[in-house]
């Protein structure tokens, strides 16, 4: 009685299973056949083999119905496995992530144009720099601006600051003065750096 209705249920079932279920399927079932003819006692699967269930397992929800050879756990097992290997490799294999470096040519230039021009800010060098066809952010302009080699002379950029600001510049002295009545009066004096000498 079993038998018999199965026998009618299961042209029915076919019937309303999509083409693409029943592709799959029947590709499945060839495949575990395809191991069977390969006349050994004991049907081992390839890599090959292993990896067609592997991807079938991600591409078609149906795959544990037409598994014979194996257990399901045992494709999972490998998926597994396989998902293991991936990583292991590509932690073996690092790949630089995230923008390239500076070449040492471009952090030349950067250190160069920061002693020549050391009123310059990180905006205008990396203004420059677009011009020149380089491309690099002003961030890492400025991050390279800080570590450029600084003139440690301090002489030299005092007498610089003078000469570039010698008409704003004014000088301002404290001095005591006695006046006729006997007293001392405390008096600023202020000279404008015109006449100061740089």
């Not at 160069?112 to 002003?138: C, Y």
């Amino acid at each position: 009685m079993l038998c018999l209705v199965k026998l009618l249920l299961v042209p029915v079932i076919m019937f309303f299973r999509s083409r693409r279920d029943l592709l799959l399927e029947n590709l499945a079932l060839r495949q575990q056949l395809a191991v069977l003819k390969r006349r050994r006692s004991h049907p081992r699967l390839a890599v090959t083999d292993r990896l067609f269930w592997v991807i079938l397992r991600r591409f078609w929800l149906r795959w544990r119905e037409t598994l014979i050879l194996v257990q399901p756990e045992t494709v999972v097992r490998w998926h597994r496995a396989g998902f293991k290997l991936y990583w292991t490799w590509l932690s073996r294999h690092p790949t630089r992530a995230g923008r390239k470096g500076v070449s040492v040519e471009l952090r030349e230039l950067i250190f160069r144009m920061v002693a020549e021009n050391p009123t310059w800010g990180a905006q205008r060098i990396h203004g420059e720099l677009k011009m020149l066809g380089f491309d690099i952010s002003e961030r890492t302009v400025l991050r390279w601006m800080r570590k450029a080699p600084r003139n440690s002379d301090t002489a030299k950029r005092w007498a610089a600051f003078l000469s570039n600001h010698r008409e704003a510049i004014s000088a301002m002295d404290f001095r005591v003065e006695e006046i006729p009545a006997g007293c001392r009066l405390p008096l600023a004096v202020s000279t404008v750096s015109g006449f100061v000498p740089v």
